[in-house]
């Protein structure tokens, strides 16, 4: 459990202000809030509050509006997209605006995230980005996933509680998971540049002081059971048609309506030594799971001109550079080499695409930055297979030249 007193870091030309990053990870990721002063020093937020409202306008932008006050009842929870006059109608306090996904709208927002390459990069969620009028909250709550709230406007007020929160301290007439009693141990005020850790399980109220911004950059968890549900379902497609239910040995029932002991051990039988069986496959486990953390999120594309080979080539020798698209996710997995196989496979937006030894250095270039500068490409591009990999990436989007955004 973490202690009852976080502790607080100084500025020191990292995120992390004086912390390494090896020493954060291994004294506070997933055990203990730390609060950093100026992180980033003279941070001018890369969304106006004007264009988070625009955002919450768009019809595939998640969006939600909390009004604690000056609602038809206390906590009233609306959900985007917004007319642009709801904003006119607002109260001037207790109300926030909560929009996701922000760095997929936003390259500015999507390249803060290279901040935070401590942490693998198939962990991060979203940056999701709150507008507070003043007394603005969305109430004591707990996250189960680990966060860095960055204040990127105004002042706002943090409360933590590090103690545990029972499942039925909760208010029962909101739909929001806030708590219903909420005793903080410590609290800051945050001011632009401010950043404040959590790990999961620690509650949390955040207040504003005044009209602001605050940056949630949120680092996803997915939970056991939604794990299970996707391998069993891809698994469960993967298992062949004809491997079905068989009773050749059935015998005259005494009762046609009951299922018989026989057939329900036939049954536990049949779906024991599937699971056994797919269990037991650690590389498919690991493809499975690498295109699960790759999935894109439902973001509409934008209209693409396609090029060839040979454009690719001049682009890039002509000094261009590569940018991964802001709502593709890209990861890797180095099974090791083995014989004239790499080993490497590239996931990109949930698809497989395994590389061979000469074009595998190309994984790591493009997943361990948005940026891949065309010098580092250059070599790679006479190699036909990867050069058509590349045009295959910015045919569907997931890469793209600067200049074309």
């Known amino acids: 459990m973490p202690p009852s007193k976080p502790e607080t870091s100084e500025p020191a030309g990292g995120v992390l202000g004086t912390l390494s990053p090896a020493d954060f990870l291994a004294g506070y990721w997933q055990k203990r809030p730390l609060l950093i002063r100026q992180a980033l020093p003279g941070f001018q937020s890369p969304i106006a509050p004007e264009d988070l409202a625009g955002l919450a306008c768009e019809p595939h932008v998640e969006s939600r509006l909390v009004l604690e006050r000056g609602g038809e009842r206390p906590w009233q929870l609306e959900h985007g997209p917004f007319a642009e006059s709801r904003f006119a109608e607002l109260p001037p306090t207790h109300w926030t605006l909560l929009v996701q996904g922000c760095d997929r709208h936003e390259p ?135 491997r079905r239910y068989a009773d050749p040995d059935l015998a005259l029932p005494d009762h046609p309506g009951a299922i018989s002991p026989d057939a329900l051990q036939r049954v536990r039988g049949l779906i024991r030594q599937a699971v056994q069986e797919l269990l037991a496959d650690d590389d498919a486990l690991d493809r499975w799971f690498a295109a699960f953390v790759t999935q894109p999120e439902d973001v509409p594309a934008n209209a693409i001109d396609p090029i060839d080979i040979d454009t690719l080539r001049r682009r890039v020798r002509a000094g261009e550079s590569l940018w991964r698209s802001e709502t593709s996710r890209l990861a890797y997995i180095d099974h090791g080499k083995v014989g004239d196989e790499s080993g490497v496979c590239l996931y990109v937006d949930g698809e497989e695409y395994p590389l061979a030894a000469p074009v595998a250095r190309l994984a790591p270039l493009l997943c361990d930055r948005r940026h891949v500068n065309a010098r580092e490409l250059a070599p790679l591009l006479d190699n036909e297979e990867a050069a058509t990999l590349l045009v295959v990436l910015c045919n569907l989007g997931a890469l793209r030249f600067a200049a074309d955004e």
Do not use: K
């Open 108 to 242: 500015a927002l999507a390249a803060l995230l290279e901040r935070f390459d401590f942490v693998p990069t198939w962990r991060v969620d979203d940056v999701m980005v709150s507008y507070a009028a003043p007394e603005g909250s969305v109430g004591p709550h707990v996250d189960q996933y680990d966060v860095f709230l960055l204040q990127g406007l105004g002042r706002r007020r943090w409360a933590i509680s590090t103690q545990p929160v029972a499942p039925d301290n909760c208010l029962d007439e909101t739909e929001l998971h806030i708590m219903r009693e909420f005793e903080p141990e410590q609290s800051w005020e945050l001011e632009p540049g401010d950043m404040l850790y959590l790990p999961p399980g620690v509650a949390h109220h955040g207040v504003a002081l005044e009209p602001g911004l605050t940056l949630s950059i949120g680092f996803r968890a997915p939970s056991v059971g939604d794990l299970a549900a996707d391998f069993a379902s891809q698994a469960a497609a993967a298992l062949p048609a004809a």
